[in-house]
Every structure is written in C-alpha cells, then in structure tokens.
DNA sequence: TCATAGTGATTCGAAAATCGAAGCAGGAGG
DNA sequence: CCTCCTGCTTCGATTTTCGAATCACTATGA
C-alpha cells in the first residue's frame, strides 16, 4: 500500500479527493469506502455484537482473510471500527452508518416480494 | 454478455443464492449488488434527473464505460433501471432505494465532522 | 519442554474485476 | 459525403480479490 497523491491508494475519508470525485464531498468518500467488496456486508455482520476476525469471516462464508484484513483496516482508519477483547466493534460512528444503511433491510424485502415471489431459495 | 459459465451468481437477486451468501436472504442480495463498484454512485447521480450513458459517465469522473456498461445491465436486470428518450431513469423501486440510501449523506457530513475540519459539504 | 489449539494477521501465485482508449453502429444536420 | 452526437463493445493492461498456507502470539495441559 502506497501513498501518493492519488486517492486510489488511500483510505477514503471525508474531504479529500476519492475514487470518481476530486471534490472531497464526505458522501462520495463513502460511497467509495462502501463500494469496496465486502465492506458493508462486515458493518452488517457487526451491527448487533462484537465479533472475531475468524468469526467474522465464517459469517461472510468465508471471505478472503487478506480481504477481511484490509478491510478492517480501512474501517479503522475511517474511525469505524475498533478492536478489544472481544473482537471488533463498531464505533458511534459505525453504529450510526449501520443505522443509516438499515433502512436497506426493508427496502430489499420489498424489492424481493417485486421482482418476483423468491425463485428458489428460502428467505429470512 | 456477460456470465457464460460464471462460477459466481449472475446478477444479484433476492431470493437467490449470492456472493457471500448462499441463503437468498433478499438484503444479502443487495448488499452483494451495492457492494459493487460504481453502482452505487450510479444510483446517486440518477436520483434526480435521467442522465444519458454519457453524460453519466463524465459525471462519475471517467469511469470506465465497460463497468457502466456491465453495471447498467446489472441495474436493469434487478428492475432498478429503464432507458428512455431522456437517458436511463430510475423505475420506482429504484427511486426507493436511494430514498432507503439517502440517510448516507446525512451521515457522511457527520462523519466528516468528526474525522477532522470539515472540507467538503455538499451532498450530490 | 513439547504438543495442541485458539487467536489476529500476512504471504503470494492465481483468478476475477476494473481500467482506459479505441472503435462500432446508428441517427441528425450541414 | 462528412461531422458530431449517441449508446455500447472490444481487448490488452492494471488493480483487486481470492484462497490456502502460514506466521506470531497466547493459553492449556501432560
């Protein structure tokens, strides 16, 4: 991981230029922080307890350690993450993105019960 | 186009097995979906007005037109997109998604507040 | 001390996703 | 015919993600 003035390689956080937007505006930081795979699907996992890092990436079948690693790192660095005894938790900050997302849950319902009586797979 | 024999899921869609996930539970659908890149800002630019593939190309900073392109059919086969005369438009359901997403920006000016002076402030 | 098992985390070659610039096909106007 | 716009594809290069093995550390117990 290298720095340069390129915002490829960093971290994204409010006010500074991102993937897709010079501008620094805090929601295309965090459009691109949450655009990366698997990013918020370990806010999700995070959302109701603290959690390990082997755990965490049982919950999320298995995801790529090196993934988990670097994301965790990310979501350090953008203050919303920590690590304690036991396992990582969610920050205020965290906590309020989660909150923010959670509107997503009942949105995708709706979308599941639109697009078509679920085709094969149980829902829960 | 795309997926011929593709050893993951196609386009995400609830009810069906995805990445990360193999239960079909609709909000690991979207969050398989959102959690790619750009689509997300796609939703974004496309929350007010119906913008041309362009156009809405330029306003994501150059992205690559074969991911717009990849993501377009992704967003479309999810019902979330239509193209008309004016550009690609957000179907209803679409229009519900960035409302479900729309607490972001609130959040993202909190976040910048609290990771440092804020720089940026504009929302969209 | 040695063995076993748990943790968070790194390594590195392979595979997949994304980039980016060029180009295609079609329509409108000069 | 040419030019300029459009939505969209192609394809080699680059970046990201995968995945299994592995490391370093701690704890337990014989």
Same mark, same amino acid.
């Given at each position: 991981?290298?720095?340069?003035?390129? /915002?490829? $390689?960093? #971290? /994204?956080? @409010?006010?500074? @230029? #991102?993937?897709?937007?010079?501008?620094?505006?805090? #929601?295309?930081?965090?459009?691109? !922080?949450?655009?990366?795979?698997? $990013?918020?699907?370990?806010?999700?996992?995070?959302?109701?307890? /603290? $959690?390990?890092?082997?755990? +965490?990436? *049982?919950?999320?079948?298995?995801?790529?350690?090196? #993934?988990?690693?670097? *994301?965790?790192?990310?979501?350090?660095?953008?203050?919303?993450?920590? !690590?304690?005894?036991?396992?990582?938790?969610?920050? *205020? +900050?965290?906590?309020?993105?989660?909150?923010?997302?959670? /509107?997503?849950?009942?949105?995708?319902?709706?979308?599941?019960?639109? $697009?078509? @009586?679920?085709?094969?797979?149980?829902?829960?």
């Amino acid at each position: 991981m290298e720095e340069a003035s390129t /915002p490829r $390689t960093g #971290v /994204p956080r @409010p006010g500074v @230029p #991102v993937r897709g937007s010079a501008s620094g505006r805090p #929601v295309m930081a965090a459009l691109d !922080l949450l655009g990366r795979r698997w $990013t918020m699907r370990i806010l999700w996992e995070l959302r109701q307890a /603290p $959690t390990g890092f082997r755990e +965490l990436q *049982r919950r999320c079948e298995r995801m790529s350690s090196s #993934v988990l690693s670097t *994301r965790i790192e990310e979501l350090s660095a953008a203050r919303l993450l920590t !690590l304690d005894d036991d396992g990582y938790r969610l920050t *205020r +900050l965290g906590q309020d993105l989660v909150e923010a997302l959670s /509107p997503l849950d009942a949105w995708s319902r709706r979308w599941a019960e639109e $697009t078509g @009586p679920a085709t094969g797979g149980g829902s829960g």
